[in-house]
């Protein structure tokens, strides 16, 4: 039987990808919330703030080893699987990578170290500007590696010599016409995903009367937070789709599923696309609506799939599908979000016992809603590599046999799976143990002692940190 090693590539590279972006995403933010604790505890000496950092910093370490893991194996692919891609684009792929590692990877490990190990060690200035520089650490890893990515969705500032990529323009190369657009929705998803798990983790807590101050605290935080950040999320979410309109017309069309060049075309809300026969069973759609959301015009013209041959389209079911999927969700994201910040005001959260169990219930939906995100990026994009200049299929290394990938891709799945297991494992038993007992007395700097820096303490007079008074 013989197998293709294009496809099986293809596969192998989106299970490793898929599985390595669910913990970036989540640690970017995760770092800045972390950020934002050790700044509020430097300010008020506050022993909930402290707390709350020494616990979510467990939890990002863990989930930030699991995703060096899982990144290092996704970069070893370029070359074993796609080895003709990986030479035709070294000139701007390797080194922008390689600006990742440099100014990125090495910030995020040193500082993390201070982060986790320091506390007491360093002076409490120090450890603040160390929980910062691992923020700012996640941040620039994803610019330099959402660069890359929107470099091959849109290319710029090259042109093809001899069969490879020669640089004309860096500034054009990295700071091509997607990057701004990828970056800031990817860091609002981010933000989202973190600001979920954080909320659901507090939320169940609450629902069991345990850590409550901790808790109420940190779910008050995320809500307000998760209130803006959703909303904006939609806002740049349609610039991002304008962008795309533009610059990769037939990756929108299966996006909406529309088949013909149209004006007035409909928003499409339930359909189910067939590339065989060029169109779609069950239409349900919202006359008009489509063109207004796209090109901000009733009449607005949309370009179709059948505007280009079959070969030159995208898988249409899974990326109509994924789209949905994440807009969907982040409908959901933003009726939850502004309704626990209503209860946050109104001082009734604590005791909206059924808002609290939908909340814990929200923290794996983000990360599904951020795969569903790539899948339309990735799959969208096909079958090109690098957009209208690279194919795929040309791009894969020549001499790979498909019982080659399928045996590495067995690997990976099992290797994986042994890694996440214990991962999570570990992490529920972090969740399971929570933040550090609280005191009984009132929360708050009044009660340390009258030094400039003075030592917070716990139940047992065991110090926790130093903290400003």
Known sequence: MELDPLLLSRIQFAFVVSFHAIFPVFTIGLASYIAVLEGLFYRTGRP?????????????????????????????????????????????????????????????????????????????????????????????????ILAANSWMQTPAGIEMVDGAVKITSWGEAIFNSSLPYRFAHMGLASFITGGFVVAGVSAWYLLRGRHRNSSLTALKMSLLMLAVATPLQLVVGDLHGLNTLEEQPIKVAAMEGHWETKQGAPLILFAIPDSDAEKNHFEIGIPYLGSLILTHSLDGEVQGLKSVPPEDRPPVGIVFWSFRLMVGLGVIFIAVALLGAVQVLRGRLEHSSRLLRIISWMIPL????????????????????????????????????????????????????????????????????????????????????????????????????????
């Open 366 to 469: 983000p990360f599904v809603a951020v795969l569903a995100g790539w899948f339309v990026t990735e799959i969208g994009r096909q079958p090109w590599i690098i957009y209208g200049i690279m194919r795929a299929s040309e791009a894969v290394t020549p001499s790979l046999s498909g019982w080659m990938v399928l045996a590495t891709l067995i690997g990976y799945v099992t290797v994986y799976a042994i890694v996440f297991t214990a991962g999570i494992t570990y992490l529920r038993r972090v969740i399971l143990a929570g933040p550090a007992p609280e005191p009984d007395e009132g929360e708050t700097g009044s009660a340390h002692a009258k030094r400039p820096w003075s030592v917070v303490r716990d139940d047992n007079d065991e110090p926790l940190a130093e903290g400003r008074s």
């Open 48 to 144: 909930v703030y402290l707390r709350l950092s020494q616990f979510w910093t467990k939890v990002f370490a863990l989930v930030f080893g699991m995703g060096v893991v899982s990144g290092i194996v996704m970069s070893f692919q370029f070359g074993t699987n796609w080895s003709v891609f990986s030479y035709q684009a070294a000139n701007f792929f390797g080194p922008v990578l390689s600006y990742e590692v440099v100014t990125a990877f090495f910030l995020e490990a040193t500082f993390l170290g201070v982060l986790l190990f320091g506390r007491n060690k360093v002076p409490p200035g120090a450890h603040l500007f160390a929980a910062c520089m691992v923020a700012v650490g996640t941040f620039i890893s994803s610019f330099w």
